[in-house]
């Protein structure tokens, strides 16, 4: 069965620390994998998009990461800012498919 | 160049009703996907359109539930004679015709609620 896991559920955070999200998945045959972040009442922006064959891709504080043997991939955040609150996504595509597997996310909130 | 826009974006629907969201693509854009997101959920695949023809449904339930995406015009996921649980959220995304991988751009959502 496809699935995107991802933890913590959620996660709090002061301002200017750093923190990882983590995303496991089954989903095959895998051809990319997508880091969203979703703020309320707003739809998924992506933030990196990786193929089997990168391990580490960045957006300026965002950097991710991905092992595709063992599965897992995970979301660094640094130096975090109060607009860093949302939720981020991690979601996964089939190879030769067009539909998308989204994770629950990560309720991340960032305190003054 | 405007992103994805999606109206309304609140509907409030009795049981019994229709519901029609409409998505209207970033310009340049042909492949029009509608997600669906329940309370405390990850966003579920329901159906991919290209212009006039619908490429993968596979995720779209059978009954009640259908989708166009006609030549001219946005692309429409109507429900019909909706249930309590057809209350969700209901995301559109589009991305331009291009072989391998590609982005997709999300629309603000729909948000349905079903009395």
């Known amino acids: 069965k496809n699935q995107v896991e991802q933890s913590p559920q959620s996660l709090i955070i002061l301002e200017g620390k750093n923190c990882t999200l983590q995303?496991?998945?089954?989903?095959?045959?895998?051809?990319?994998l997508r880091w969203y972040k979703q703020d309320t009442g707003r739809g998924p922006v992506s933030l990196t998009i990786?193929?089997?064959?990168?391990n580490t891709k960045s957006n300026g504080r965002y950097t991710a990461t991905l092992d595709a043997d063992t599965k897992q991939s995970s979301l660094h955040i640094t130096a975090s800012q109060l607009s860093d609150s949302a939720s981020y996504i991690c979601?996964?595509?089939?190879?030769?498919?067009?539909?998308?597997?989204f994770g629950t996310g990560t309720r991340l909130t960032v305190i003054p | 160049n405007a992103g994805v826009m999606q109206n309304p974006r609140h509907l409030v629907r009795r049981r019994g009703q229709e519901a029609r969201l409409r998505c209207s693509p970033m310009?340049?854009?042909?492949?029009v996907y509608w997600y669906r997101q329940l309370p405390e959920e990850g966003l579920k695949f329901m159906v991919y359109?290209?212009?006039?023809?619908?490429?993968?449904e596979s995720g779209m339930p059978k009954e009640r539930f259908s989708a166009e995406f006609p030549k001219e015009g946005p692309s429409i996921l109507r429900i019909q004679q909706v249930v309590r649980g057809d209350s969700a959220a209901y995301f559109c995304?589009?991305?331009?015709?291009?072989?391998?991988?590609?982005?997709?751009?999300f629309g603000p959502g729909t948000r349905l609620t079903v009395t």
């Open positions: 995304a589009s991305s331009p015709p291009s072989r391998g991988f590609y982005e997709q751009y």
């Open positions: 310009k340049g854009h042909s492949h």
């Open positions: 359109l290209q212009k006039e023809n619908i490429i993968d």
């Open positions: 995303c496991n998945y089954t989903v095959s045959p895998f051809s990319n």
């Open positions: 979601v996964v595509s089939l190879t030769g498919a067009n539909n998308l597997f």
């Open positions: 990786m193929t089997f064959s990168e």
